[in-house]
């Protein structure tokens, strides 16, 4: 069973930054790694993703503000978080999809970002 463990969060005032880690336990290669959020009364939204070659895709709200990056060989993940608002505050979750899988969740970090 894959086991993927999120690091990092935490209180930040506005402005500031953050940096999440996720361990994966086994190899990431061939998986897009993405980091999901979800606010208190929101559905969980996708935040950033990068794929197996690195290509990377950003949501609208975080775009030039976050970016993601991987280490394959060391199977983490990383979302760095800079001008960090009030409504980044959300639990922040670590996911690795595949077409042939149902894929794999971590359990999750807070991240509150306060003025």
């Known amino acids: 069973q894959v086991q993927l463990v999120e690091s990092g969060g935490g209180s930040v005032q506005v402005g500031g930054s953050l940096s999440l880690s996720c361990q994966v336990s086994?190899?990431?290669?061939?998986?897009?790694l993405n980091w999901y959020r979800q606010a208190p009364g929101n559905q969980r939204e996708l935040v950033a993703s990068?794929?197996?070659?690195?290509?990377?895709q950003y949501a609208g709200a975080v775009k030039g503000r976050f970016t993601v990056s991987r280490d394959n060989v060391k199977g983490t993940g990383f979302l760095q978080m800079s001008s960090l608002k009030a409504e980044d505050t959300a639990v922040y979750y670590c996911?690795?999809?595949?077409?042939?899988?149902?894929?794999?969740w971590g359990q999750g970090t807070q991240v509150t970002v306060g003025s």
């Open positions: 086994g190899t990431i290669f061939g998986w897009t």
């Open positions: 996911n690795l999809a595949r077409r042939d899988s149902r894929g794999y």
């Open positions: 990068i794929d197996t070659n690195s290509g990377t």
